[in-house]
């Protein structure tokens, strides 16, 4: 009910609102904005883990951040963090960086929580 004592009305049905359908558009709500987030902080962590390659591919200033962005382009290649890694794997390999996968996904990991953080911070 609205504060003019008028129902809430369902946006899909046009009806009055049951309890349950209020509980259900909740959750929807919750839920996009949980997943909006996910990609906020997945983005930020891309780019994070870009600079942090970045500086060990020996590149800095303009080049660091041209670097980081095209980390984070990659990661929209295909969903998830596999496309990161690759990039990541094939550039260092090129360069001679001796990281192993396994290094690169805790750092990967680690920024992610650190990006979550700054995204929950309004950062």
């Given at each position: 009910?609205?504060?003019?004592?008028?129902?809430?009305?369902s946006?899909?049905?046009?009806?009055?609102?049951?309890?349950?359908?209020?509980?259900?558009?909740?959750?929807?709500k919750?839920f996009?904005?949980?997943?909006?987030?996910r990609f906020?902080?997945?983005?930020?962590?891309?780019?994070?883990?870009g600079l942090?390659?970045a500086?060990k591919?020996?590149?800095?200033?303009?080049?660091?951040?041209?670097?980081a962005?095209?980390v984070?382009?990659a990661a929209f290649?295909?969903p998830?963090?596999?496309?990161v890694?690759a990039?990541?794997?094939?550039?260092?390999d090129?360069?001679?960086?001796a990281a192993?996968?396994?290094?690169?996904?805790?750092?990967?990991?680690?920024l992610?929580?650190?990006?979550a953080a700054?995204?929950?911070?309004?950062?």
């Amino acid at each position: 009910m609205y504060d003019d004592g008028s129902p809430a009305v369902s946006r899909s049905t046009g009806t009055p609102m049951t309890t349950f359908d209020k509980r259900e558009e909740g959750f929807e709500k919750k839920f996009a904005h949980d997943e909006e987030l996910r990609f906020k902080a997945t983005a930020r962590r891309n780019k994070l883990v870009g600079l942090w390659a970045a500086e060990k591919l020996g590149l800095a200033g303009a080049a660091a951040e041209s670097y980081a962005k095209d980390v984070v382009a990659a990661a929209f290649e295909h969903p998830g963090s596999d496309d990161v890694l690759a990039k990541l794997r094939k550039d260092f390999d090129a360069k001679g960086v001796a990281a192993s996968d396994a290094e690169i996904r805790q750092v990967m990991n680690e920024l992610l929580a650190q990006a979550a953080a700054q995204i929950r911070a309004g950062k």
